[in-house]
């Protein structure tokens, strides 16, 4: 089953007794309280320390190139037999680009502006981290492309907690 799911910190426990995810990625401030559902094993989630942040800030992690190997690297080895779970603290803007980023890894062969529109009819909040994106359209050689699709969709709604949704992979 080749299912991204995403969601925000809050949901994160009903999402994957929902959905049954097996494999999870998590991308928060440093320093955030959080807990590995159960069901999920240890060497199945994977911690990104990371701010939501475009920009270097005094005080704030950064995304950067170590956090997009890291994923990428975790995403290939996902055998795709039950779903994987991403989220950040909101379900906004990490775990959206996270999102974009691996089904663009996943999927070389999907138009990066398809994954994007398909986001986008997804989740009205989503609003991908421009960072991460662009750290990962260098990374996979996408020529500008990744970061280009994320521009057509724009920002999404305001909120406070993003809308949870399924990404297919096709």
Known sequence: MSRLHVCSLARVEETVLRTRANMLVTLLSPGTAHVRPRSIAPWNHLVLGVSDIVEPLPGYVAPGREHIEQLIEFV???DRE???LIHCFAGVSRSTAAAFIAACALAPNRSETAIALAI???SPTATPNARLVALADDHLARSGRMR???ETIGRGVDCFEG???????G
């Open 82 to 84: 039950r779903p994987m």
């Open 76 to 78: 290939s080895a996902w």
């Open 163 to 169: 809308v949870p949704f399924a990404l297919e992979l």
């Open 148 to 150: 280009e699709a994320i």
């Open 120 to 122: 986008r009819d997804a």
